[in-house]
Structures are given as structure tokens and as C-alpha cells.
């Protein structure tokens, strides 16, 4: 039984799951391309600038993920999060600013 309850613990360990990588991506036609993204600490963070845009970083499990892209009012935009190199989420649109929103497993 003292064995059982010492290896408990190193079990337990041994299950719990490593970080996922995490990688957003963002591209957009038009003017005024802008991301607003989740990242890896749970901090909304914005970039302004040249598309296409990435951003990778790794989230443990039950992390909230969000990533939105836009490129102004005649622009079209399309977002993607990937979570260890499988999509998981993505949105594509035209005119209004384009959400992907998961959860890490």
C-alpha cells in the first residue's frame, strides 16, 4: 500500500498533458490591416500593420484562444488557429472583421 501511495503522485504527473503549440495567422486585403489576438498569457494584444501576420507561442490545456482580423470596410479578411499544426478554427470575411475562437484541449 506505501508503494501505491508513493507512486500515485508520479502517475498522476506522467498524465498530465504538455503545452500545445499555438500558432495564429492573419492575412487581409485593403486598408488599415489590424489583428487583435489571445495570447499566451491570457493578454489581449493588438498588431497594426503589414499582412499576412503570424503569431506562435505554446498554452496549456483549457486555454481561451481568439484571434480577429480585419482590413477595413472594402477589405477581406481570414484568420486561423492552429493548434499543434492541426486548424482548429478560422473565419474568412469581407467587409467586417473575421473571428476564430477555440479552446486548447
Known amino acids: 500500500m506505501k ?3 508513493f507512486l ?3 502517475l498522476l504527473a506522467a498524465c498530465s498533458k504538455a503545452p500545445s503549440n499555438i500558432k495564429y495567422t492573419a492575412s487581409g486585403t ?3 490591416f489590424s489583428v487583435d489576438f489571445v495570447d ?3 493578454n489581449h494584444q ?3 500593420g ?3 501576420w503570424e503569431n506562435d ?3 496549456n490545456s483549457g486555454a481561451s484562444l481568439s484571434v480577429t482580423g480585419g482590413s477595413g470596410a472594402s477589405g477581406t479578411s481570414t484568420v486561423h488557429i492552429y493548434i499543434n499544426g492541426v486548424d482548429k478554427a ?3 470575411e469581407t467587409g467586417l472583421n473575421a473571428t476564430a475562437r477555440t479552446t486548447v484541449p
Open 90 to 92: 478560422s473565419d474568412t
Open 57 to 59: 507561442f505554446t498554452a
Open 50 to 52: 503589414a499582412s499576412p
Open 40 to 42: 499566451g498569457n491570457g
Open 30 to 32: 485593403g486598408f488599415g
Open 8 to 10: 500515485l503522485p508520479l
Open 3 to 5: 508503494r501505491l501511495l
Open 46 to 48: 493588438t498588431y497594426t
